[in-house]
């Protein structure tokens, strides 16, 4: 049985990833993410069952469109092979219940946002407005909706601050408003004390991957990184190693 829950867990990571490259692929563009259906971004032809298998139909077709023969991004199977690795991850941990279901759709979504704000540097409100309402159910399913609430305030209030005290001292964003409202959801679901550790690894995560693309030349300086993906991490970290990192911190 278990065996049977293992196989099945990773199977929606795939299918989920899958349907997860639709929204990073269309959301930026305001396009609807149920019709029409898959298609082929290069040539605009309907994709069949085979060419959407995960992974697999990547494989297949090395990387290229079995109809105009455009490449494929590689994005479409790493995002697949994340979200069911991830979700197989949180299996593991939380087992079978609600307490999974909420984390493979609070995984879902920042894995969505890591990528689109990778890939666009905007965070769309639909998946962060999605998120909130998701980490607060979570709240209520687990008895601590006020902690919730004090999550999203502490988090949206933060990065709130950064925007507004950048536009002053820099005279531009140091955050988008995208940043805002992830952090929020990142609260709904974490609550006070994981929207703190959240926040600090994010920053702590960022100065390391900026020093690294500074240094290396793959980024100028003065040029903007987007802020998202280091917060999708961070709290990824948090949902596995939150109340170790938490103890840890308190015993130094």
Known sequence: MNLFFIITVFLLGLVVGSFLN????????EKSIVY???????????????????????????GKCRYCGGSISIRYPIVEALTGFLFLTIYFKFGAGFVSVFYFVFISILIAVAFTDLETQTIHDYLSFSGIIAGLLYGLYSGSLIGS????????????????????????EAMGEGDVLLAAMLGAFFGPKGIILSIAL?????????????????????????FGPYLAVSAIIVIFWGETLWRWYLRC
């Open 149 to 172: 609430f004090y999550g999203m305030a502490i988090g949206a209030g933060f990065f709130f601050c950064i925007r507004i005290l950048g536009q002053l001292i820099y005279k531009k």
């Open 36 to 62: 029409p259906p898959s298609n082929c971004p290069k040539c605009s032809h309907r994709l069949s069952a085979i060419d959407l298998l995960p992974i697999i139909s990547y494989i297949f077709l090395r």
């Open 202 to 226: 994010s920053f702590l995560i960022g100065a390391i991957i900026s020093i690294v693309l500074l240094a290396t030349k793959m980024k100028k300086r003065g040029e903007e990184i987007p």
């Open 22 to 29: 639709v929204c990073i692929c269309r959301l930026p563009q």
